[in-house]
C-alpha cells in the first residue's frame, strides 16, 4: 500500500512554512480562589471554508501572563488570504473540553498581517468584540527554512532546594536572542521532589533555539514548579550552541545555574546548582512529505461501530439508518475521510472491520470482524469498496454490545509491533474508528493505547450522533497525561477524537483536515524519534554535532 502522492494541488508547490509561537499578557482572572489556567486554540479559515482548529497550545495552570512553548508551523500562501482565529480559555476540567471552559477573549487576523509584521501584539475581544478586559496576544512568526532539530539530554545536580516541606520541583525553559528580546523556545516537563533532576530527551528546532546561528545566544533558565503558578527562581546561564557541542563532544557540558540576586546577597555564593547537558546533536528532521514522497507505506484500517446503542438500522431514528439520498452519519464520515485516506494508497484496499455486533452463523457477540465476513481477505477496494461492503454488511449482523476498543486496537498494534523491525519507515499504521458513544471497557482501552503509543501507529475517533463524548476527549491526550489504569503513561499523544456533528451541516473537506489534522506530525514524530529516515532517502540523515555546523 504505497503512496502514490500527496493530496492537494498546493502539495508539490514550493510554499514557505511558518512558526508561529503565542504569548498573552492582562488575561482574566476567572477563578476563585486561583488564577486562571490559559489555552490557546488556533483556527484556520481559508477561501471555501469554514473554521477549523488547527491545533492548541498547552495548558498553563494559574497564569494570566501566559508564554506558550509549543509553536504552530503552518504553510503560508503569498496569493491566499489565510484567516487566522487564536482563541483563549481558561481550562478547568482535566479532559481539555472548551465547553467546560471559560472564554478569555480571541483574535482574528491574517496570517498575512502576521508575517508582514513578524510580531504582532493585538487587544484580545470577547465573542461580541467587547474587550476582554486588558487582555493582549502578541504572535511572532519565523519563516523555517530549516529543518534541522537539535537533540538534547538534560541533567541537573546539587540544585537548590526551594520547598519549604520538600526539595525542588525543577524544569527547565531555553530561551532564543531576538532584536525584541528573550524569546521562549522549549520548556521540559517538570521533574518532582528533586533536586538531581534527569528531564526527558526532547528535540527544539536549530532555527527556534538559536536561528541557525550557532554562536547567537541562547538563555536557559531553571525554575521550582509551584501549582500557584508563582515559580520561584532558581538560576539561569548563558551560552551558545556551538559551546555546548564543543563541550559535550568528550564527556558532558556543565553549566552553573546563577541566581544573581543571591549572588549579590550571600557571601561566598557559589551557584545555585549544575545544569548538565549529556547530548547536544543536531541531525535533520524528516517532513511528513520527505517520507511519503520517499516510499512510506500509510496503512488505513477502518473499524465501525454496530453497537445497540446506534439504533435499529431499519428506522429513522438509528444512525445506521440510510436515508433515501443513500447516506446517513456513518457513511458522510467514511466519505469524508476516505477520500482523503485513499489519496496515501496505491492500491486502496482497505481492511474494515466492525465491532459489537453478533455475526452470523454463530450469532456470538464479536468485537473485530470482517465487515465482508472474509477473515482471511477483510478488504476492500476503495471507498467505494468500504461503503459497499457496510451497506450489506448492516442486514446480516444484529446490533448489540458492548462497545470495546481495546480488541480492534490491539488488532491493529500485532501488525505494528512486526513493523518495529523495519530499517526504515517502511510501514506506519493508521485506525479509524466511528462510533456513537460511551467506551465499555475504558481500561482496557487506556492500556492498550498507552502500549500503541510505542509503535508506528495512530488512532484517530469520529464520534457520531449526540452522545456524551467526554471520555473520547480523555483519551485525546492533547496534554500529554493519558495513562494506563495502572499509571503507565503513553510515550506520545497518538489519539485524535472529532465530534461529527460539529462539521456536519459544512464541507466534507472540513471532517477530514480536522480528523487528519495530527496524523502528519504523529508519523514524523515517531519515525524521527526512532531515527529512521524514508526507505527512498539517498542518505542517511547527517549529523551536525561538530562544533561548526555548516551555515544555512
Known amino acids: 500500500m504505497a503512496a502514490s502522492g500527496v493530496p492537494g494541488s498546493r502539495a508539490t508547490e514550493c510554499v514557505t512554512k511558518v512558526a508561529l509561537s503565542i504569548s498573552c499578557d492582562n488575561l482574566l482572572d476567572m477563578d476563585t480562589f486561583s488564577k486562571s ?31 506558550f512553548s509549543k509553536t504552530f508551523v503552518i504553510d503560508y500562501y503569498f496569493e491566499m488570504v489565510q484567516k487566522l482565529k487564536f482563541e483563549v480559555y481558561d481550562i ?41 478586559g486588558k487582555g493582549t496576544i502578541t504572535i511572532c512568526a519565523e519563516e523555517r527554512t530549516d529543518n534541522r532539530v537539535v537533540e538534547f539530554e538534560v541533567a541537573g545536580r546539587k540544585l537548590d532546594k526551594k520547598d519549604f516541606f520538600g526539595k525542588s520541583d525543577p ?23 528533586n533536586l538531581n533532576p534527569v528531564w526527558k530527551p526532547f528535540r527544539i528546532p536549530l532555527q527556534a533555539l538559536c536561528g541557525g546561528d550557532v554562536e547567537k545566544s541562547i538563555k536557559i533558565d531553571c525554575y521550582d514548579y509551584n501549582s500557584s503558578g508563582s515559580h520561584n527562581f532558581i538560576g539561569s546561564f548563558q551560552t551558545t550552541l556551538s559551546q555546548i557541542q564543543q563541550a559535550s563532544q568528550t564527556y558532558a557540558a556543565e553549566f552553573e545555574c546563577i541566581n544573581s540576586k543571591k549572588q549579590q546577597k550571600k557571601k561566598g555564593y557559589k551557584n545555585s546548582g549544575v545544569i548538565i547537558i549529556k547530548k547536544c546533536k ?19 484500517t477502518i473499524a465501525i461501530d454496530f453497537t445497540g446503542s446506534n439504533g435499529d438500522p431499519r428506522f429513522p431514528q438509528s444512525l445506521h439508518y440510510i436515508n433515501p439520498h443513500g447516506y446517513n452519519e456513518y457513511l458522510s464520515a467514511i466519505w469524508a475521510v476516505g477520500s482523503v485516506i485513499q489519496d496515501y494508497d496505491s492500491d486502496k484496499m482497505f481492511p474494515v472491520f466492525g465491532f459489537g455486533a453478533k455475526i ?26 468500504v461503503v459497499t461492503a457496510y451497506q450489506q454488511c448492516l442486514p446480516q449482523v444484529k446490533l448489540y454490545g458492548p462497545t470495546n476498543f481495546s480488541p480492534i486496537i490491539n488488532h491493529v498494534a500485532h501488525f505494528g509491533r512486526q513493523a518495529l523491525q523495519q530499517q526504515t519507515a517502511n510501514q506506519y499504521f493508521v485506525l479509524l474508528i466511528i462510533t456513537d458513544g460511551v467506551i465499555t471497557d475504558m481500561d482496557e482501552t487506556r492500556s492498550a493505547i ?31 497525561n493519558l495513562r494506563s489504569a495502572t499509571g503507565e503513561a503513553a510515550m506520545r499523544d497518538i489519539v485524535q477524537f472529532v465530534p461529527f456533528r460539529q462539521f456536519q451541516n459544512g464541507p466534507q473537506e472540513m471532517l477530514a483536515q480536522n480528523v487528519l489534522a495530527e496524523v502528519p506530525g504523529q508519523v514524523t514524530g515517531f519515525f524521527n524519534t526512532m531515527k529512521l529516515r524514508p526507505p527512498q532517502a539517498d542518505t542517511p540523515p547527517p549529523d551536525f554535532s561538530a562544533s561548526a555546523p555548516p551555515p544555512l
Not at 467546560?100 to 510580531?119: H, N
Request: aromatic fraction near 10%; charge should be negative; proline fraction near 6%.
Open 37 to 67: 489556567d490559559p489555552l490557546c486554540v488556533l483556527h484556520m479559515h481559508s477561501s471555501g471554508s469554514s473554521w477549523w482548529e488547527v491545533g492548541r497550545t498547552e495548558k498553563i495552570k494559574n497564569c494570566l501572563n501566559p508564554r
Open 92 to 132: 478547568d476540567s482535566d479532559n481539555h473540553n472548551l465547553e467546560d471552559a471559560d472564554f478569555l477573549g480571541e483574535l482574528e487576523c491574517t496570517l498575512g498581517q502576521i508575517v508582514s509584521s513578524r510580531k504582532l501584539t493585538r487587544p484580545l475581544v470577547m465573542k461580541d468584540k467587547r474587550p476582554a
Open 360 to 385: 452470523p452463523p454463530t450469532w456470538q457477540v464479536s468485537h473485530e470482524f470482517p465487515i465482508n465476513f472474509n477473515p482471511s481477505n477483510p478488504f476492500c477496494e476503495g471507498i467505494e469498496g
Open 450 to 480: 498507552v502500549n500503541a503509543s510505542r509503535l508506528p501507529m495512530s488512532i484517530i475517533i469520529v464520534g457520531v450522533g449526540g452522545a456524551d463524548f467526554d471520555a473520547m476527549e480523555f483519551l485525546d491526550g492533547d496534554d500529554g
Open 171 to 193: 524544569f527547565l525553559e531555553f530561551h532564543k536572542q531576538t532584536a525584541t528580546g528573550w524569546q521562549l523556545a522549549h520548556r521540559t516537563e517538570v521533574v518532582k521532589y
Open 282 to 300: 543536531t541531525v535533520k528532521e524528516y517532513t511528513f512529505l520527505d517520507y511519503i514522497i520517499g516510499g512510506c507505506q500509510i496503512n488505513f
